[in-house]
């Protein structure tokens, strides 16, 4: 057998090779060619930023390598990175230094059903591959709620407008099989316009990778399951193995045929003729007379062979002349009818054609209406769960960045909603007022809050710290001795202690260095008064997270106030305070202004 080899340039050839080691012509015929798509640079971030990578294709991988190699980055090292095949796998070794999970089914049902994608919600799922193709795999992950990004970095073409030139030379080639690895391939050796070489083509068998283009050419193209060889894998090994284990097949089925032939001969060169020799009286001749008799006989026999030769070449003659004759005569009576169906036609053209059009207009009519009714559906679709989200995203960014001031936080819900309308077509407006809000948003000024949050928190551990105003009570006179003296000489010191004694009975008299006064403060207003501070610099501390200025003044104020009535001003900690404050009060808040989002509307607009 000889095969045709579709798959594209530089990939055909080993195969090619391997075959004719095993005996097998092989023929290299790219049906396609491999263009390279252009991917922008924000694009490559946001796949390089995805938790997952899917790569669909050696081909996905190649061109991927080299987008990244234009703009000098590099594949991140912390993203999970899942391929279809070995060879892909083996593609992301080569190119990125990188180990790729596999699934055992190397297809797109035995990808998604990996354990890796089974719990994938508000995950960020980066998809290259090419463009066009099967859709499983975005379908069923965006399903599981995946927040999916597909990524096309190449695209395949025909490699010719027609495919005639090819057949053409396949059919002088005596080609039997013909390797096909997508269902773009198909198409493309299909697509003839020669009917003559349309049927030759249906009767070649065809050599496939995976059961949907098997399914694809039954259905299209009508061919048959014997003419059909599944391959167990898309790599040379696994199509080597398929086309030599249906070559021997094919072998097989030649030789009991010739076998069968040969058996049939043989019998027939078996059967014996009938023997027609008859036995009579033995005669005697002489040997001049049976020369004659012999020679006179075969004169007669040659005269009448002659004759009868002649007659029967003329009356085969005079039969297939009679038998043009009336060939002729039938040909005459079918080329008639077939003027007179030829007339017939060409009179109920006009009414023919007629309807034909009236028919269009009205298939027409009714495939608009149709699409009119499927686009109604789907903008009520796009009306109902994917128009709630993007309007709840949109009013959440718009509420944290004019209400709560929080552009950060603005910009990240910006971004979720610029990932939820990748898939969608017409955004091009939408997406660009999403761009020029986050510009805008991530210019605004941004205060040092967490600077002077610590300094706030510094100052309310001072607090219990702080000496208080209070005056405390003087000690009292040291009391000299009362007892009276046995010495006559003291009769003075006596006199003195003895009215001390006596004044000290009706009267109590206490003297001091300093007069006498309660102190301004109990415990229990101490620590009222300790609170009071606390409360301003903690209250100082929630306006500047809040953004209001005119509160965190006051509170600024309040506190230093508090100070300097009820503490006292003259000692380290006191200072120190009275300076961080002074300080906190020439800060200034971040700047506010009237932040206006162009999103809302645009996306407004776009749902309408």
Known sequence: MKFAITRPQGKGEAL??????????????PALKLNSVEVSQAQLIEVCEAEILIFISQDAVLNFAVQLEKFAMTLPASNHVLAVGQQTAEAIQHHFARSATVPTKQDSEGLVALPELQHVEQARVALIKGRGGRAHIAKTLK????ILNSCCVYERLPAKAAADDW????????????????????????NCH??????WLKTRHFVVVSERTAQYLKIQFKITD??????????????????????SQQGSAMTEKNQEATTSVSNQNMEVAPDNVSHGPQAKLSKTAVVALLVALSGIGATAGLFLYDKQQEALQLAALSNLQQQNQQLQVDLNNALAALNQLQSQW??????????????QSQVTASLQQVLLKARQQVGGALSSELRSLARYAEFKAVSERDYLGSVMVLKRL???LSQESGTDALLLAISSDIAKLQAQPQPNTEAVYMELAGLLSQIDSLPLKTIEKPKEAVQHNAELSTDVNDWRANLSRSWQRIRSDFLTIRQHDKPVIDPLLDAQEQQLIRSQLRSYLQQAQSAFLDGQSSVYYAALEGAEDTLSRYFKLNSAASDSLVESLKQLKRSELGTHHDVQLATPTALKEWLQ
Not at 143 to 146: E, T, V
Not at 194 to 199: E, G, I, K, P, V
């Open 226 to 247: 014997k003419q059909i060889t599944l391959s167990d894998g898309a790599d040379n090994q696994s199509l080597l193995m398929a086309i030599c284990k249906l070559t």
């Open 143 to 146: 399903s599981r709620q995946a």
């Open 418 to 420: 610029q990932q939820a």
């Open 167 to 190: 057949l053409d030379h396949w059919m002088e080639a005596q080609i039997d099989g013909i390797v096909v690895t997508s269902n773009a391939a198909v198409d493309a050796i299909f």
């Open 16 to 29: 090619a090779t391997e075959l004719e080691k095993k005996g097998v012509l092989a023929l290299c015929t």
């Open 194 to 199: 020669q009917s003559a070489l349309f049927r």
């Open 350 to 363: 006009p009414q023919q054609k007629q309807a034909i059009a009236n028919q269009l207009a009205e298939q």
